[in-house]
């Protein structure tokens, strides 16, 4: 069994950032890669820790209103042309069917990128007065973008995403809706995922193609890279223009409604792995782990493998009636070494041994997967196991999120000296966020981007009230500070 171990070893973080990203995900069996180039396939342990995310964030959206609806996977082609700056942007990745049937179609077919179009055209037939609004829907999907690099979760030619889209009567109502969205992303990804955020505007230059205004929420990667985990558009009256979306307001004059869209993917499937996973493999936040803990029955003589084992399942029983997702590891032929390895490599948050001694005791060991070693370890009475899991279990995810801050706190700087930046920057193991004054303009942004790879990632919500200060680039006057960071 030990060579299969090492066989199997992955590429420690600190030597190789992005080999150990890919060794963990095909190593804790979350994805494999497919004959399609660029595409992934999700296995059983992947696809859990996406069903669980999903399951909570299609709660919280219901919560605001909005319900699920299902739309095409094909789009006519014409569609995509009739907003300018949103073909412009999506022109280059979409995928086209040309034939179908054997036969050559009449009009081309679009893979859906993203559904703006498709739904807005629905949108025009379903809307007509004021008492249609607002309209919300969310569909959970697939989309595909032909990407020419891509890696595995953070960037594949199809994935799946949950994509909403609103309609409002009045422009305050929508811009409400684009922030309600934005705020209901962050607390889900912060508190479900334990995972990190900045919540803010994207520069011009970062927007959707085709919106007003965009927000994102962003995470710093412990590589030093920011991550977009999610966006939220207000999209002004650009599409609706685009697809003749009018209504009968109060008095009787016809609109265009104010529209929103926002969106998260499986990309969260890779925020999960970088922000938490360390070289023994995977950590996974209780609350998507489809496995919580893990009992891990020892013996060594074959007359105490019975009531090992049979202590172990009815503590199985206990968690599961507590609500703890639990299961036990009866294989046989591999040592308990070997299966303490394969489920720290699998993220399981935590995992209780029961031996003979134990049993003996009245007792059993939990040892937590987010601190390594004895200080990660405690014991707890049979009768108090359920309720001890439960309560680390609520410790552990609050730890992870505690760590991963303190990693995104250590790597974000301030830089009033744009030589500094530069220097910051050139590492190539990443940079961090630089969180600098910037004048706002295209020019000062696009030499940072030029000259760093630093792209301007948010302007957060929360912004300093103190004052303003010197562009970094330009030294004119400032008024609000931005994140910037080399990006995936
Ligand atoms: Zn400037």
């Known amino acids: 069994m030990a060579e299969k171990i090492d066989e199997k070893k992955v590429t420690p973080r600190s030597q190789d950032f992005a080999a150990w990203y890919n060794d963990l995900i095909i190593r804790a069996e979350l994805a494999d890669y497919s004959p399609v180039r660029g595409c992934i396939v999700f296995r059983p342990d992947g696809f859990a820790i996406w069903e669980h995310l999903r399951d909570e964030l299609d709660r919280r959206i219901k919560q605001t209103g909005a319900r699920n609806t299902y739309f095409p996977l094909f789009i006519p082609l014409s569609f995509l042309q009739k907003e300018a700056a949103h073909v412009e942007g999506f022109a280059p990745e979409v995928a086209v069917v040309t034939h179908g049937g054997g036969k050559e179609l009449e009009e081309p077919l679009i893979v859906r990128p993203t559904s703006e179009t498709i739904i807005h055209h629905m949108f025009a037939q379903w809307i007509h007065s004021h008492r249609d609004l607002p309209l919300m829907i969310n569909q959970w999907c697939n989309v595909v973008r032909w990407e020419m690099r891509t890696r595995p979760f953070l960037r594949t030619a199809e994935f799946l995403w949950q994509e909403g889209h609103t309609?409002?009567?009045?422009?305050?109502?929508?811009?409400?809706?684009?922030?309600?969205?934005?705020?209901?992303?962050?607390?889900?990804?912060?508190?479900?995922?334990?995972?990190?955020?900045?919540?803010?505007?994207?520069?011009?230059?970062?927007?959707?193609?085709?919106?007003?205004?965009?927000?994102?929420?962003?995470?710093?990667?412990?590589?030093?890279?920011?991550?977009?985990?999610?966006?939220?558009?207000?999209?002004?009256?650009?599409?609706?223009?685009?697809?003749?979306?009018?209504?009968?307001?109060?008095?009787n004059e016809l609109q265009h409604p104010h529209q929103t869209s926002w969106g998260v993917s499986t990309?969260?499937?890779?925020?999960?792995?970088?922000?938490?996973?360390?070289?023994?493999?995977?950590?996974?936040?209780?609350?998507?782990?489809?496995?919580?803990?893990?009992?891990?029955?020892?013996?060594?003589?074959?007359?105490?493998?019975?009531?090992?084992?049979?202590?172990?399942?009815?503590?199985?029983?206990?968690?599961?009636?507590?609500?703890?997702?639990?299961?036990?590891?009866?294989?046989?032929?591999?040592?308990?070494?070997?299966?303490?390895?394969?489920?720290?490599?699998?993220?399981?948050?935590?995992?209780?041994?029961?031996?003979?001694?134990?049993?003996?005791?009245?007792?059993?060991?939990?040892?937590?997967?987010?601190?390594?070693?004895?200080?990660?370890?405690?014991?707890?009475?049979?009768?108090?196991?359920?309720?001890?899991?439960?309560?680390?279990?609520?410790?552990?995810?609050?730890?992870?999120?505690?760590?991963?801050?303190?990693?995104?706190?250590?790597?974000?700087?301030?830089?009033?000296?744009?030589?500094?930046?530069?220097?910051?920057?050139?590492?190539?193991g990443g940079g961090g966020f630089a969180d600098v004054y910037w004048c706002g303009s295209p020019q000062c942004e696009t030499k940072i981007r030029e000259e760093t790879r630093a792209t301007c990632r948010a302007i957060p919500l929360n912004q300093l009230k103190d004052r303003g200060g010197r562009c970094i680039v330009c030294q004119e006057s400032a008024t609000e500070r931005a994140l910037f960071a080399k990006a995936y």
Not at 208 to 216: H, K, L
Request: with cysteine; proline share 4%; charged share 30%.
């Open 167 to 251: 309609a409002h009567a009045t422009r305050e109502e929508a811009e409400r809706e684009t922030l309600t969205m934005l705020e209901v992303y962050r607390s889900f990804v912060e508190d479900f995922l334990a995972i990190p955020l900045v919540a803010g505007r994207k520069s011009a230059a970062e927007r959707f193609p085709g919106a007003d205004e965009t927000y994102a929420i962003e995470s710093l990667m412990p590589d030093g890279r920011a991550l977009q985990c999610g966006t939220s558009h207000y999209l002004g009256q650009n599409f609706a223009r685009a697809f003749e979306i009018r209504f009968l307001d109060q008095n």
């Open 267 to 428: 990309r969260l499937l890779g925020a999960i792995v970088m922000s938490h996973g360390d070289d023994q493999g995977l950590r996974l936040p209780p609350s998507v782990a489809s496995t919580q803990a893990v009992v891990v029955p020892i013996w060594r003589k074959a007359d105490e493998a019975e009531r090992v084992q049979s202590v172990s399942r009815d503590v199985v029983g206990r968690l599961a009636q507590a609500g703890v997702r639990a299961r036990t590891d009866e294989r046989e032929g591999v040592t308990p070494g070997y299966k303490f390895n394969d489920w720290e490599m699998r993220g399981v948050p935590l995992r209780i041994e029961i031996g003979p001694r134990d049993i003996a005791a009245g007792e059993v060991v939990l040892a937590r997967r987010d601190i390594p070693g004895a200080s990660g370890k405690s014991r707890a009475s049979l009768a108090e196991v359920a309720a001890t899991a439960k309560s680390l279990l609520q410790e552990i995810q609050t730890n992870l999120y505690k760590q991963a801050k303190a990693a995104e706190d250590s790597n974000t700087r301030q830089f009033d000296d744009y030589s500094r930046l530069r220097a910051q920057m050139a590492d190539e």
